[in-house]
Every structure is written in structure tokens, then in C-alpha cells.
């Protein structure tokens, strides 16, 4: 079981930065692939970035470059630092998290953060 805690969206201008953060309450972390998905309306929810247990990661080609997932153990959280913002990753950016062991991998998800990117 985990909960996952997102923070640090907002209202960002073209080009900006901005830094998410997710964290996980569970006693588990080391099990879990933890990522950054995100969903604007009208589309399907998206993979954004993930990193699993070994610190490898994965990006969307429509980020790399861009955004670094990073995660620190012993704080349970999630970073994702979005550089080079366009509108086009104006969404609500979702946390996701399963744990590696079971064969189901259900998904976890937080309550979701909105970015949004315009002048």
C-alpha cells in the first residue's frame, strides 16, 4: 500500500522552470517504479518520466532534454524538474507508483497538480 502526495504545480511562462514533487508514504519505497504521468482534457493520462528501483530511468520522447526525474530514498519522494516549458505541457501531472514484486502491478496514483504553461 502507499499514498503518494503531489506539490508544486502552478502558472509558469513559456520557456520557465518549474519543480514537482511527490511523496510516497509507504514503508516500502524501495519496491515501488515510481513516475510522473500527466493528462490535459480531451486526451488519454500519458507517461511523462519513470524511474524503478535501480535508478533507471525512462522518458516520454517529448520531454527528454527537458525534464529529470529524480528521486531522493530517504526523504520517500519524487522530483521532476521541467525546464524549457512549452504550453504543450500545459496538464494536470499525475504521480504514479507499483510495486515491482507483485504480478498485477497495479498503478497508485496522487491527487494530481496542474501545470500550466502561458503568458
Known amino acids: 500500500q502507499i499514498d503518494l502526495v503531489e506539490s508544486g504545480g502552478g502558472l509558469v511562462q513559456p520557456g520557465g522552470s518549474l519543480r514537482l514533487s511527490c511523496v510516497a508514504w509507504?514503508?516500502?519505497?524501495?519496491?515501488?517504479?515510481m513516475g510522473w504521468y500527466r493528462q490535459a482534457p480531451g486526451t488519454v493520462r500519458e507517461m511523462v518520466a519513470t524511474?524503478?528501483?535501480?535508478?533507471?530511468?525512462d522518458y516520454a520522447d517529448s520531454v527528454k532534454g527537458r525534464f529529470t526525474i529524480s528521486k531522493d530514498h530517504a526523504a520517500h519522494t519524487v522530483y521532476l524538474q521541467m525546464n524549457s516549458l512549452k504550453p504543450d505541457d500545459t496538464a494536470n501531472y499525475y504521480c504514479?507508483?507499483?510495486?515491482?514484486?507483485?504480478?498485477?502491478?497495479?498503478?497508485?496514483w496522487g491527487q494530481g497538480t496542474q501545470v500550466t504553461v502561458s503568458t
Open positions: 504514479g507508483a507499483y510495486d515491482i514484486r507483485t504480478r498485477t502491478r497495479d498503478m497508485y
Open positions: 509507504t514503508s516500502t519505497f524501495s519496491f515501488y517504479v
Open positions: 524511474v524503478n528501483p535501480g535508478g533507471g530511468t
